[in-house]
């Protein structure tokens, strides 16, 4: 019964903003992490930003540090990406997805999308130019 819904896409210019939500129901009891996803059209899907639940510890893809910010609200078992200084590059369907804690987990490569387990439906963000 594990759901995400993202939502908050929507056509923006570049420059603009937009903020983006994952709801998760019954948040499974393995998810330490919640990672950002994008793919644009005719490309595959890449890493963008992930939170862990309980510290709240943050990781970036390099294109968009200083512009993006990811977080995450526990009670609500929401979490949010906020993107600013949107540019067109950054148009893609965006997925939130759950990433389980690994006994390996000594230096964890976040953005390694088969370790993440349950992955929403998307939501669409166009930046005009």
């Known amino acids: 019964q594990v759901r995400l819904v993202e939502s908050g896409g929507g056509l923006v210019q570049a420059g603009g903003s937009l903020r983006l939500a994952c709801a998760v129901s019954e948040r499974p009891f393995s998810s330490y992490a919640m990672g950002w996803f994008r793919q644009a059209p005719g490309k595959e899907r890449e890493f963008v930003a992930a939170?862990?639940?309980?510290?709240?510890?943050?990781y970036y893809t390099d294109s968009v540090k200083g512009r993006f910010t990811i977080s995450r609200d526990n009670a609500k078992n929401t979490v949010y990406l906020q993107m600013d200084s949107l540019k067109p590059e950054d148009t893609a369907v965006y997925y939130c997805?759950?990433?389980?804690?690994?006994?390996?987990?000594?230096?964890?490569?976040?953005?390694?999308?088969?370790?993440?387990?349950?992955w929403g439906q998307g939501t669409q963000v166009t930046v005009s130019s």
């Open positions: 997805a759950t990433r389980p804690h690994y006994l390996s987990d000594y230096d964890p490569q976040w953005g390694r999308e088969y370790e993440y387990d349950y």
């Open positions: 939170v862990t639940w309980t510290a709240g510890n943050t």
